[in-house]
């Protein structure tokens, strides 16, 4: 006799649909998260009608499975289990607001309009503990959405190559202005205060662009919020989870790399400030155009989150560099079976990404001991003014 927990079927709102260069995965609309798949996964997971048993399914496919491929598909649909991703899995954490399902052809899946990424409650708070992150608007896809839509009637791909220009420009121009004209005293107080009020509204225009390119590929953000690099440094951020969604590796490219040519393009506006003034508004051009290019050098950093690392992402068509490298690492250390999918890999693959794993959390680890102990100098500082 099979029983309902033998027989494997996805669980409400789970959906098998086809994302960035063809692959398919598996979208948990509940959850807002994406799984990857192999395409025989795929294959085996299409089969899973709620009505025949894992080995009923097994028999009745056109091509035969030995012994070792009817293992490999046990592990597949128990671990699937294990991720909740399968009815009869752990229980799912779900939100009070969580919307009722409907059972469609005695499947259960997601209404459409449930399963659109426009729906997705992200939580307030996530990240990992080198990256904490606090959602602050959930509908900033919204304020942007006027300008993605103009984007369809424009030359794309032409502004592009022209944004790409103009940002290298505007990078090579905020260098030379600080080569040229930086020295003399040492600017006051308001000057740094100006600066950081102007960078955090050009901050703002950079998470924007990353917005605005992801409404253009039809993969709207969640929403916008801060980040806390190593607990200490705040970082404005756009939830662009759906960006797996866009099959184009160009189009994603442009999304990750989009702030960095806004800031580029800003970095040569300031620099030409810098050139053209005198005075206050000289140091605070100047102080901006040497914010823009630190802005750079993080957001290429290959150890972090960075742009940089999610635009070699999109144009080797990797997903999640760090986090796979972390999970092998971890794996690793406390000897704990990999996921099927990694385990496939060679074992010289698997090792490097070890030793990137390894390289992160390192970094993690100073970065964390670095600003820890600059907010206690600061702190010293200021008890020692109080107390003076």
């Given amino acids: 006799m099979t029983t309902t927990s033998q027989i494997p079927r996805l669980r409400r709102g789970v959906k098998l649909i086809v994302g960035m260069d063809d692959q398919p995965m598996l979208f948990d609309t509940d959850a807002g998260t994406y799984h990857r798949l192999g395409a025989a996964a795929a294959v085996i997971i299409n089969q899973f009608d709620g009505a025949r048993s894992l080995p009923a399914i097994l028999d009745q496919l056109p091509q035969n499975i030995d012994a070792a491929g009817r293992q490999r598909i046990t592990r597949l649909v128990d671990y699937l289990r294990s991720k909740s991703l399968l009815e009869g899995g752990p229980p799912l954490r779900t939100r009070p607001s969580e919307r009722a399902r409907k059972r469609v052809d005695g499947r259960h899946v997601a209404p459409p309009h449930v399963g659109r990424h426009e729906q997705i409650q992200p939580p307030r708070w996530s ?124 189009g994603r490219a442009m999304l990750a790399i989009a702030g960095v040519c806004s800031d580029g393009v800003v970095c040569g506006a300031e620099a030409a400030v810098a050139v053209a003034s005198s005075g206050t508004v000289r140091q605070v051009a100047l102080t901006l155009c040497a914010f823009q290019l630190t802005m750079l050098i993080t957001n290429l950093n290959p150890l972090t989150q960075s742009d940089g690392v999610a635009t070699v992402e999109a144009l080797t068509g990797s997903v999640n560099l760090r986090g796979r490298s972390t999970l092998i690492l971890r794996c690793a250390v406390t000897r704990t079976p990999l996921p099927p999918a990694l385990a496939r890999m060679r074992p010289t693959v698997r090792a490097a990404y070890a030793v990137y794993g390894l390289l992160c959390v390192l970094l993690g680890v100073v970065g964390t001991v670095v600003s820890v102990t600059w907010v206690l100098f600061i702190v010293i500082g200021i008890v020692k003014g109080l107390l003076a």
Avoid: C, K
């Fill in 127 to 250: 990240g990992g503990w080198m990256l904490p992150r606090f959602m602050l608007i959930r509908t900033y896809r919204r304020a942007v959405a006027p300008v993605a839509a103009a984007l369809h009637h424009l030359p794309v791909r032409t502004l592009s190559g022209l944004f790409l220009l103009a940002a290298a420009g505007g990078y090579a121009a905020g260098a030379a202005s600080l080569i040229n004209l930086s020295g003399g005293p040492r600017p006051p107080a308001r000057v740094f205060f100006i600066a950081v009020a102007i960078q955090l509204v050009s901050i703002v225009g950079h998470e924007s662009w990353h917005a605005i390119v992801a409404g253009y590929l039809g993969t709207p953000v969640r929403g916008l919020g801060v980040a806390f690099m190593f607990w200490v440094l705040p970082i404005a951020y756009v939830d662009r989870t759906d960006s797996y969604r866009a099959r184009s590796r160009l």
